[in-house]
């Protein structure tokens, strides 16, 4: 089993629909559905494109994927959450838009924001006791001789080399997009989610999502309001 912790819109929140309907896949009920034709992309290629983002779920990373650490449980983990998340108060990022991370397509802040910075800095130091040490195969994976100095420090000692300075706010559309089709996703990400560019993301609540196995869709454990303003909403 691994955990991590996702900023995700509610269930029934209008980007959470458009999202699945890109995505094919609703992290909440675990339930997928076959995509179609699109723009230029028949329906065998937009599925090979959105395969990684439909089994992480539609997420922005705060702290990721880890096992629990020798010593510690879930029932602990979930009393820290519910302890952190009263202690958080909901923001606003003013605009979110449709950004090009590499070869990868993502919503993401139009410039800083420095809640979303202080979120993202305190959930990796809450939670980083719960985190087992990485295998060798999970560094490996990382590619840490390709990362920066401060990365890799990262890395050792978070478990993830994006932290702290090194944070990149993105909520994954795609995965890597062929630079031969790039303008083409790019056309049809913006008339997907075209109510969604330019406008303000609220940041209500944070996410608990869990993988039962290597491998295995994540699928959202829970999602906790910051303030503690509603009661806890379970997958």
Not at 27 to 48: C, I, K, M, S, V
Request: charged share 20%; glycine share 8%.
């Amino acid at each position: 089993m691994r955990y991590a912790f996702y900023i995700s819109p509610d269930e029934d929140d209008p980007l959470s629909a458009a999202a699945e309907r890109w995505l094919g896949g609703n992290p909440f009920t675990g339930e997928t559905h076959a995509l179609q034709a699109a723009g230029d992309f028949d329906a065998a290629e937009l599925t090979a494109l959105t395969a990684d983002p439909r089994r992480y779920g539609f997420h922005g990373t705060l702290k990721a994927p880890f096992e629990l650490a020798p010593g510690t449980s879930e029932s602990q983990l979930l009393d820290v959450f519910d302890a952190f998340a009263g202690e958080c108060v909901p923001f606003e990022i003013p605009k979110m838009v449709l950004g090009q991370l590499g070869p990868f397509f993502a919503l993401v802040p139009a410039g800083n924001c420095p809640e979303l910075q202080g979120l993202a800095n305190e959930t990796v130091r809450r939670f980083s006791p719960f985190r087992a040490s990485l295998s060798e195969a999970d560094m490996a994976r990382r590619k840490p001789e390709q990362l920066s100095d401060v990365m890799r420090r990262n890395l050792l000692e978070w478990g993830y080399p994006y932290v702290f300075e090194s944070f990149r706010f993105h909520m994954t559309l795609t995965g890597p997009v062929p630079a031969e089709r790039q303008a083409s996703m790019k056309r049809l990400l913006e008339q997907s989610f075209a109510p969604f560019i330019g406008k303000p993301l609220t940041v209500a609540s944070l996410a608990l999502f869990i993988e039962p196995e290597r491998g295995a869709p994540f699928t959202v454990h829970s999602l906790l309001p910051l303030g503690g303003t509603s009661k806890r909403k379970m997958a």
